[in-house]
């Protein structure tokens, strides 16, 4: 017999579990289903982030970057550290331990707010009079019916044709974040943020790192000036980026990996590693979902056919997150899923697109928001570009870090920020400044109008304001 409830959501990733407790709030009966188990096979809530993304990611970054810093920054502070080790089965225990505790929160969030959470794979059955029947498939069958369906099913690692992850030799970013051991070799395909974020980390515990980028360009979707700072400093580090380069035949050895490809010059290489870790995008998850069996509408990616709202063809189903439009990311899925909670309540809820920060966790962290240069100049815009070191920056000196900067373009006769780009440390918190001053349409001049805490790094986007009107004050 069916459960009825008035909003059902499938998948409790970032967008699925903040949309059921959004709609809870507001007042419905809502029920989330999940499918990811860990290790003993109990409920993982939290998706892709969770458990093989985001938060892992984050936890193997710091582990990794404490390592670096004693072995080579540490002596910089007069701090004398001999023979420092890394074990790894603890830091990947440490970063499993992080995980649960993310996922056990989200349980407690679901018990809090009185969301029945079904753990199994949610699919369409059927379109019912009373709206649609949903099959959890798990140890124990289910039928859950609801007239309001929210769909986030998230997204899943492309695979490179002809060459499936088998998560020991050929990685995904699963696979890349349960290594048992330091490779000595180790290739990445793709130097976007999985790339070069799981190539710090294996970088930095003293791995030979190399990444293999197709576009001729680095970091193509960041402001020029800034993505060369980045490459600057990762040339610095050791991490070796080569682009402009075409991958042929991957083969699996007794060793490893043997990767061929021709370089920007047209030269033929041969790369040989023991791990091969393919970040080149990913793809909407709909597998599974029995779509068809109600009519709901795919694109030729595979992605739900929404509007700008999160509406699908179907009434009373919505979609948000990675498996719809727009870029797949873990905030934009959480904005996307209270707006279409807010919206089934019959309120309106907003996602302003162009607001949307960006982040890569590496060191220098590297984060955006809004228009970069080159989007500027090819459409023609009139803006104004102001920029500040670190270098100049009290607070970074005292960190030891004084790479990067803060950059900011406005428009040219209204002052209004069109974009504020960041390399540098902790542009991650940095960057939030920027998206409320966009939020509300501030000038430059606000920014360089606000009292910014001495010393602190927050005073570098005060002085890249500052510099939009070519008057900064400690540069």
């Known amino acids: ?46 998706g892709t982030c969770t458990n093989v993304g985001c938060i892992p990611s984050k936890a193997l970054l710091q582990s990794s970057e404490h390592f670096d810093h004693a072995n080579h920054h540490f002596a910089d502070h007069g701090i004398t550290a001999t023979n420092v080790k890394i074990d790894i089965a603890k830091m990947i225990g440490r970063k499993d331990t992080v995980v649960k505790q993310n996922n056990d929160g989200i349980l407690y969030l679901f018990k809090k707010n009185k969301i029945s959470f079904f753990h199994g794979r949610g699919s369409f059955a059927k379109a019912v009079e009373a709206g649609y029947e949903i099959q959890v498939t798990s140890a124990k069958e289910e039928l859950l019916t609801a007239r309001q369906i929210i769909v986030a099913t998230g997204s899943n690692a492309r695979a490179l044709p002809g060459t499936p992850f088998d998560e020991e030799t050929v990685l995904s970013n699963d696979g890349a974040l349960r290594l048992g051991a330091v490779p000595k070799k180790m290739v990445l395909i793709g130097s976007g943020v999985i790339g070069l974020e799981m190539g710090s980390v294996w970088r930095r515990l003293g791995s030979d790192v190399t990444i293999l980028e197709g576009l ?6 960041v ?18 980026i080569e682009l402009g380069v ?20 047209g030269e033929a290489q041969s790369l040989d590693a023991d791990k091969l870790i393919v ?7 709909t597998i599974g979902l029995n ?60 996602v302003n697109f162009n607001t949307i920060p960006w982040v890569i966790y ?33 607070r970074a000196r005292a960190l030891g870090d004084t790479t990067g900067m803060v950059k900011f373009l406005a428009d040219a006769v209204t002052d209004e920020i069109l974009g504020v780009h960041i390399v540098g440390p902790q542009a991650s918190e940095l960057i939030a400044e920027a998206v409320v001053a966009m ?18 790094l927050s005073e570098a986007t005060k002085e890249a304001a500052l510099a939009v009107d070519k008057r900064t004050l400690n540069f």
């Open 291 to 350: 779509a068809e069996a109600v009519g709901l509408q795919l694109d030729e990616r595979g992605a739900i056919v929404v509007d700008a709202e999160c509406r699908t063809n179907l009434k009373g189903v919505w979609a948000v997150g990675d498996v719809v439009r727009g870029p797949m990311l873990a905030h934009k899925a959480e904005e996307e899923g209270v707006a279409v909670a807010e919206r089934i309540a019959g309120q309106h809820g907003h």
């Open 223 to 240: 402001d020029e000036q800034i993505a060369k700072e980045a490459k600057k400093a990762f040339d610095k580090q050791g991490l070796k």
């Open 216 to 221: 001729p360009t680095f970091l193509g979707a």
């Open 279 to 285: 970040s080149i995008g990913r793809v909407p998850n």
């Open 246 to 265: 075409k991958v042929g035949e991957i083969k699996t050895t007794k060793k490893g990996v043997n990767v061929a490809y021709t370089n920007a010059k």
């Open 439 to 456: 939020e509300f349409k501030a000038s430059a001049e606000d920014i360089a109008r606000i009292c910014h805490a001495h010393p602190s």
């Open 1 to 46: 017999m069916s459960q009825t409830f008035d909003v059902v959501v499938i998948g409790g990733g970032p967008g699925g579990y903040i949309a059921a407790i959004r709609a809870a709030q507001l007042g419905f009966k809502v029920a989330c289903i999940d499918e990811w188990k860990n290790a003993a096979g109990g409920p993982a809530p939290g």
């Open 362 to 394: 590496t060191s220098p962290e590297i984060a955006w928001v809004g228009e970069t240069e080159q989007q500027l100049k090819a459409r023609g815009a009139a803006y104004k570009a102001g920029t500040f070191p670190f270098l100049a920056n009290g």
